[in-house]
């Protein structure tokens, strides 16, 4: 029963476009939602966060955007460049601090 | 200078025997979590581990436990490897138990169970 959903398991973006990617909860009482970025081998690396206080949180080319009120959070990433290929996690925490997390989205962004 | 280290990198054991992963991390923190990664690719959360204030995820096997001999290492003991215990299992750090302390993780370490 998975409180945090990533819906698109794969997304394949063009060089300098748009990359937009999704993410569903369930759980009302998450305040602080975060996404991940994750290379082949590697462990994720922390990108971006959002309080439930705000509807969007901007750092660089990376914004994510959240609607509270559909329980949906998305994370934008303009212009896509190659290196951001990799494998996209939101996530949520709930107690002690531990994570819950999406399924993950496989960005794949085109020279 | 590795942050979040686990070893070893790769496990390869037959069913039933018993081993343990290694975490250390050199940010001096004072949390720190285990996570495994399934088959599917999903991050699930194992335990989280905070100045001997242990939380453990309800739907894992008691054949896993967490030791923490000091604040910079939290190592993974599993008994009894059965074949689903295949998984990539990651740890994490963080500075405290808030909500909004950034998770640093491992390189994860990859095991099969043959």
């Known amino acids: 029963d998975q409180q945090v959903k990533q819906n698109s398991p794969s997304l394949s973006v063009q060089e300098g476009r748009i990359s937009i990617l999704n993410c569903d909860y369930t759980?009302?009482?998450?305040?602080?939602f975060l996404w991940y970025k994750k290379y082949p081998a590697e462990g994720p690396t922390f990108l971006i966060s959002?309080?439930?206080?705000?509807d969007k949180n901007e750092d660089g080319r990376f914004t994510v955007f959240l609607n509270k009120s559909a329980k949906h959070l998305s994370l934008h990433i303009v212009p896509s460049q190659p290196g951001d290929s990799a494998v996209y996690f939101c996530a949520a925490p709930e107690a002690g601090n531990m994570l819950t997390f999406g399924g993950g989205t496989r960005l794949m962004v085109k020279p | 200078d590795t942050a979040v280290s686990q070893t070893p990198k790769y496990l390869v054991t037959q069913m039933g025997n018993d081993k343990s992963i290694k975490c250390e991390q050199n940010l001096g923190h004072d949390t720190m979590y285990w996570y495994k990664q399934d088959s599917k690719k999903f991050l699930k959360i194992m335990f989280s581990?905070?100045?001997?204030?242990?939380?453990i995820n309800e739907t894992v096997p008691n054949r896993f436990s967490p030791k923490s001999p000091d604040k910079a290492h939290l190592n993974l003991h599993i008994n009894s490897l059965e074949l689903g215990d295949s998984a990539v299992y990651f740890c994490?750090?963080?500075?405290?138990?808030?909500?909004?302390?950034?998770?640093?993780f491992g390189p994860g370490t990859r095991l099969l169970v043959l």
């Open positions: 959002i309080s439930s206080i705000k």
């Open positions: 581990y905070n100045n001997k204030e242990l939380i």
């Open positions: 994490a750090s963080s500075q405290d138990l808030g909500p909004r302390q950034t998770q640093y």
């Open positions: 759980n009302s009482m998450f305040d602080y």
